[in-house]
């Protein structure tokens, strides 16, 4: 079982560029989570989809951010424009709906100079 | 409004000693809490969980406590060990068909051989 796979590993951009994170839940898993970590506020939940379909985008800081999830086995969450204060990392996350145990990615570490 | 909270951002025991690690939580509809470890550079990975029915859950080395009346939750391990060395979050669940998971900021332990 492959796990959770996220794209980049690493990303380095400048200031008003446009990012895009992706995403490959684990096959079989209905929920899918975007988290962001910083070192303030720990881990924060951004936007998680049941079924692709978002259920919960309260936590996307502001119109920057958007999350897309096309299919069962994809997901993207876009920046654009990208800020400083955006450098983070960030997860995605996959479970089977009913079943709390959230599956972590390795995670994006993303770094808006 | 900080939900889950984790006082203690570091703690560091010796080999051999019980690691506790605590959490506080302010909502009284949270039913399910998780425990997480996070190696540098991973993604979090569940460690144990616990049902508001309980008040102890067992597995190996690991222990958490959970006490509704005063809304706290510890992680205790033992004997502790190197590989224990990690950061750990609690998380916790609300009922009502919710999959969002809060998480506490986390505890950096460190085991000292």
């Known amino acids: 079982d492959a796990g959770v796979i996220q794209s980049p590993r690493h990303e380095v951009t400048e200031m008003g560029q446009e990012v895009t994170l992706r995403c490959k839940p684990i096959s079989g898993h209905n929920s899918l989570f975007w988290y962001r970590q910083t070192m303030m506020r720990g881990l924060e939940l951004l936007i998680y989809f049941n079924n692709n379909v978002p259920i919960d985008d309260s936590g996307m800081p502001e119109d920057r951010f958007s999350?897309?999830?096309?299919?069962?086995s994809f997901s993207t969450l876009k920046i654009q424009p990208s800020e400083p204060r955006d450098s983070a990392?960030?997860?995605c996350a996959s479970m089977v709906r009913g079943i709390y145990e959230q599956y972590f990615g390795p995670g994006t570490r993303l770094t808006v100079t | 409004d900080q939900q889950v909270k984790q006082n203690s951002p570091s703690l560091s025991v010796q080999e051999g000693r019980i690691s506790i690690l605590n959490c506080d939580y302010t909502n009284s509809m949270f039913d399910y809490f998780l425990w997480y470890k996070k190696y540098p550079a991973e993604g979090p990975t569940f460690l144990i969980s616990i049902s508001s029915i309980k008040d102890k859950n067992e597995d190996g080395r690991f222990t958490v406590f959970l006490n509704k009346s005063a809304k706290h939750l510890s992680l205790h391990i033992v004997p502790s060990q190197p590989g224990d060395s990690a950061?750990?979050?609690?998380?916790?669940?609300?009922?009502?068909?919710?999959?969002?998971?809060?998480f506490g900021t986390g505890t950096r332990l460190t085991i000292i051989p």
């Not at chain 1, 999350?67 to 069962?72: G, H, L, V």
């Not at chain 2, 950061?87 to 809060?102: D, H, I, Q, R, W």
């Open chain 1, 89 to 91: 990392v960030y997860f």
């Open chain 1, 67 to 72: 999350a897309k999830m096309p299919n069962a």
């Open chain 2, 87 to 102: 950061v750990y979050f609690c998380a916790a669940s609300a009922p009502g068909g919710n999959e969002k998971l809060t």
